[in-house]
């Protein structure tokens, strides 16, 4: 069992893979990561989106990815920032959907850090050996995006949610 963690505004104890928007990096689904500083930092950014009084708030999950291995589940992992994760998120950003490919993708995060490159090149401003040279300087963070229902449903088990204790800006 890997444990994973999701920021938000709100406790989310039954995840689903299709409420969310649809052209992000790795498309319509749930997404997690094993970093739980990355999760505290985005559930406080998605909470002063909601407005001032709103809290953030970390759900913390187990995922069996050993059975979900076993039993089949359609994988596609990018271990670092090359030209195959970066096709793959401008197809996504574009609307491409993989979710009769794979059940779950696995990589990096486009982040502020690598976004302004991933968008050059969707662009056509830079070319894929410039992005490349780009990105292979950043530090890959994590996100595990589930695009199956069923997935979760029967390998993602909620643990508790908790309200990260972040420093106030005023």
């Not at 649809?22 to 997404?31: A, I, P, V």
């Amino acid at each position: 069992m890997i444990t994973f963690y999701h920021g938000s505004y709100m406790e989310v104890q039954q995840p689903l893979a299709k409420a969310g928007r649809r052209n992000l990096d790795f498309g319509q689904g749930f997404y997690l990561t094993n970093i739980k500083e990355q999760a505290e930092a985005w559930a406080a950014i998605i909470a002063s989106r909601k407005g001032r009084n709103i809290k953030p708030v970390v759900s913390v999950f187990r995922f069996d990815e050993e059975h979900a291995r076993l039993d089949g589940v359609r994988y596609k992992i990018f271990p670092s920032y090359d030209l195959d994760w970066l096709n793959y998120v401008v197809d996504c950003r574009r609307g491409k959907d993989y979710s009769s490919e794979y059940d779950v993708i696995e990589g990096g995060v486009a982040n502020d850090n690598v976004i302004d490159t991933v968008e050059d090149y969707e662009k056509g401003i830079i070319t894929a050996e410039q992005a490349l040279g780009q990105l292979q300087y950043k530090k890959v963070n994590h996100q595990l995006c589930i695009l199956s229902q069923s997935v979760i449903d029967h390998y993602l088990q909620f643990i508790e949610s908790y309200s990260p204790n972040l420093e106030d800006e005023e």
